[in-house]
């Protein structure tokens, strides 16, 4: 298979990698709203993977996301790989496991709950995985959801 080369070579900052296809988009924009609407990026979208079929990857020059706002990426998109560059050398991140109130930038599916209609409430929610499922649960209405219905509603807002 002949190679291609996507982006040119950063030296420091961070790339997501492993985003579901066309979905890479939607996590730029969720990392804008979370504090880091001045950076300087490229969203390469559909690239081929040999374990996605199809992915998009997020190339942030000169940025370095804040722990937290990883946690919020992988609350959507437990598979993705975070991958920071200091000087050329690259350290790779995943967040695995349970994840419990996370701030996040992306809104409650449930148009009842006080963190849809309080300005002054942060969105939060956690993760689990069950029987093989991720489950994200609001933290203010208790509310279970699946990550497909999330991201319905991120679709449905943005």
């Not at 002054?120 to 991720?134: I, M, P």
Request: net charge positive; with cysteine.
């Amino acid at each position: 298979m002949k190679q291609y080369k996507i982006f040119r070579p950063i030296v420091t900052g961070t790339v997501i990698d492993h985003l579901p296809a066309l979905k890479g988009r939607i996590i730029d924009l969720l990392i804008s709203k979370m504090g880091f609407p001045e950076r300087t990026g490229l969203v390469a979208r559909m690239i081929e993977s040999k374990r996605l079929g199809a992915k998009d990857v997020i190339v942030l020059e000169g940025t370095f996301l804040h722990p937290v706002v990883m946690a919020s990426i992988a609350l959507l998109v437990p598979d993705a790989t975070f991958n920071r560059l200091r000087n050329g050398r690259i350290a790779k991140i995943q967040i695995e496991g349970d994840l419990y109130d996370i701030p996040a930038s992306f809104p409650c599916p449930n148009p009842d709950c006080i963190s849809n209609n309080d300005p002054e409430c942060q969105q939060k929610f956690s993760a689990q995985t069950v029987e093989g499922k991720r489950v994200i649960t609001c933290s203010w209405c208790e509310r279970e959801f699946d990550i497909e219905e999330i991201w319905r509603n991120i679709k449905t807002k943005f």
